[in-house]
């Protein structure tokens, strides 16, 4: 469909580079986004899809390299910015934050994605009052702009957020509100994972059979959104070895980007081994559990500014509990307590982690 090779940007390298990012092969990714870049240095694409590459492989100082070439050149673009700043986030760099999100500021398709950013590092902090502040100015903005979609994922983010933290009605109730803005594939997936954790099984499994039945051949749909919705909608109603059964398709692509993660960074990934995880646990398999968290763990990139990358080290800590190695246990909450030293106090999973703590 697209024979010419010379015209910027060129139509196979960048489907090339795309389709190897989503199916986890971002090794070839790179190999196709060098090439690409250097043949045409002066389209902006090329440098924020190579640098997304090495974001997905924790390769943070490369990613960032490729983007101050983009800016140096005048190739910036707004999800540059966005990109920036989750890669700012995931190392702990607060001046580099806040740098971009004055860059940010006023920037039309930059700002309010910035500001999404800006609430999940909160939330995945412990911070949720100003988390929430911050949710809700990303999505007004984004419907000032006529993004609905967009606005509406920002809320399925809030929505998983809360419901993952244990806050199940408010988790429910930001959910739905997504669902009533606008419906989209990854937006609904987002959406059922709020539900599903907020303890709505049903509907979370009505979206799972309906984008079944909406994208019969779609790799995300097939691999990912629906056997993980299933599963997270199964939780403590399943047996765990059916779970863990129901998510074995996902592992083909689990450490692949998907559509929450693949520039717009509207959550992460790896939920699929959160699930398993959760699963091990129930069926207290806890070496197979330490290990699906991880996973999550040893990928930031995939996982980005998820809240799952900070409760990953929490749940380990149950773990090594319940498996009766106290050392490591010690040290896996110690690692989640250091990532919520400016928590708020009354979030209920962080008084639960003291106590259990505590205990040790």
Same mark, same amino acid.
């Given at each position: 469909?697209?024979?010419?090779?010379?015209?910027?940007?060129?139509?196979?390298?960048?489907?090339?580079?795309?389709?190897?990012?989503?199916?986890?092969?971002?090794?070839?990714?790179?190999?196709?986004?060098?090439?690409?870049?250097?043949?045409?240095?002066?389209?902006?694409?090329?440098?924020?899809?190579?640098?997304?590459?090495?974001?997905?492989?924790?390769?943070?100082?490369?990613?960032?390299?490729?983007?101050?070439?983009?800016?140096?050149?005048?190739?910036?673009?707004?999800?540059?910015?966005?990109?920036?700043?989750?890669?700012?986030?995931?190392?702990?760099?607060?001046?580099?934050?806040?740098?971009?999100?004055?860059?940010?500021?006023?920037?039309?398709?930059?700002?309010?994605?910035?500001?999404?950013?800006?609430?999940?590092?909160?939330?995945?902090?412990?911070?949720?009052?100003?988390?929430?502040?911050?949710?809700?100015?990303?999505?007004?903005?984004?419907?000032?702009?006529?993004?609905?979609?967009?606005?509406?994922?920002?809320?399925?983010?809030?929505?998983?957020?809360?419901?993952?933290?244990?806050?199940?009605?408010?988790?429910?109730?930001?959910?739905?509100?997504?669902?009533?803005?606008?419906? /989209?594939?990854?937006?609904?997936?987002?959406? @059922?994972?709020?539900?599903? =954790? $907020? &303890? #709505?099984?049903?509907? +979370?499994? *009505?979206?799972?059979?309906?984008?079944?039945?909406?994208?019969?051949?779609?790799?995300?749909?097939?691999?990912?959104?629906?056997?993980?919705?299933?599963?997270?909608?199964?939780?403590?109603?399943?047996?765990?070895?059916?779970?863990?059964?129901?998510?074995?398709?996902?592992?083909?692509?689990?450490?692949?980007?998907?559509?929450?993660?693949?520039?717009?960074?509207?959550?992460?990934?790896?939920?699929?081994?959160?699930?398993?995880?959760?699963?091990?646990?129930?069926?207290?398999?806890?070496?197979?559990?330490?290990?699906?968290?991880?996973?999550?763990?040893?990928?930031?990139?995939?996982?980005?500014?998820?809240?799952? /990358?900070?409760?990953?080290?929490?749940?380990? @800590?149950?773990?090594?509990? =319940? $498996? &009766? #190695?106290?050392?490591? +246990?010690? *040290?896996?909450?110690?690692?989640?307590?250091?990532?919520?030293?400016?928590?708020?106090?009354?979030?209920?999973?962080?008084?639960?982690?003291?106590?259990?703590?505590?205990?040790?």
């Amino acid at each position: 469909m697209y024979p010419r090779d010379g015209d910027p940007p060129t139509p196979q390298g960048q489907l090339a580079g795309g389709s190897a990012q989503f199916t986890g092969r971002f090794e070839r990714a790179i190999e196709v986004g060098q090439k690409e870049l250097a043949v045409h240095p002066d389209v902006s694409f090329s440098y924020g899809n190579l640098a997304l590459s090495y974001f997905y492989i924790d390769h943070f100082a490369e990613a960032d390299g490729i983007l101050r070439r983009a800016a140096e050149r005048k190739m910036a673009n707004p999800n540059h910015l966005l990109l920036r700043y989750e890669i700012a986030a995931l190392q702990d760099d607060q001046g580099q934050m806040d740098q971009i999100a004055a860059l940010a500021k006023g920037k039309q398709g930059a700002e309010h994605r910035v500001i999404h950013a800006e609430s999940l590092f909160l939330a995945r902090s412990g911070r949720l009052g100003a988390a929430r502040e911050l949710s809700n100015r990303a999505v007004d903005l984004a419907m000032q702009a006529g993004e609905n979609e967009t606005a509406a994922s920002y809320r399925a983010a809030r929505g998983f957020w809360e419901a993952i933290y244990g806050n199940a009605a408010e988790g429910k109730s930001s959910a739905t509100a997504a669902l009533k803005l606008s419906k /989209g594939r990854d937006l609904e997936y987002a959406s @059922g994972l709020g539900l599903a =954790l $907020s &303890g #709505d099984s049903t509907q +979370a499994q *009505a979206l799972a059979g309906g984008l079944e039945k909406s994208f019969p051949e779609d790799t995300f749909v097939k691999f990912t959104y629906v056997p993980v919705l299933r599963a997270a909608a199964a939780l403590g109603r399943a047996k765990p070895a059916d779970i863990v059964r129901g998510l074995e398709v996902t592992l083909s692509y689990e450490r692949a980007a998907n559509g929450l993660n693949y520039v717009h960074f509207y959550l992460g990934g790896l939920h699929s081994a959160y699930v398993r995880g959760e699963a091990f646990i129930a069926a207290r398999r806890y070496p197979e559990a330490a290990a699906e968290f991880q996973k999550i763990l040893d990928h930031r990139g995939i996982v980005g500014l998820d809240p799952i /990358g900070a409760l990953a080290h929490l749940q380990l @800590g149950k773990v090594f509990k =319940l $498996s &009766g #190695d106290k050392a490591k +246990a010690k *040290a896996a909450y110690e690692a989640f307590f250091a990532l919520w030293k400016n928590a708020d106090l009354d979030v209920r999973i962080l008084k639960s982690a003291k106590a259990d703590f505590s205990r040790l």
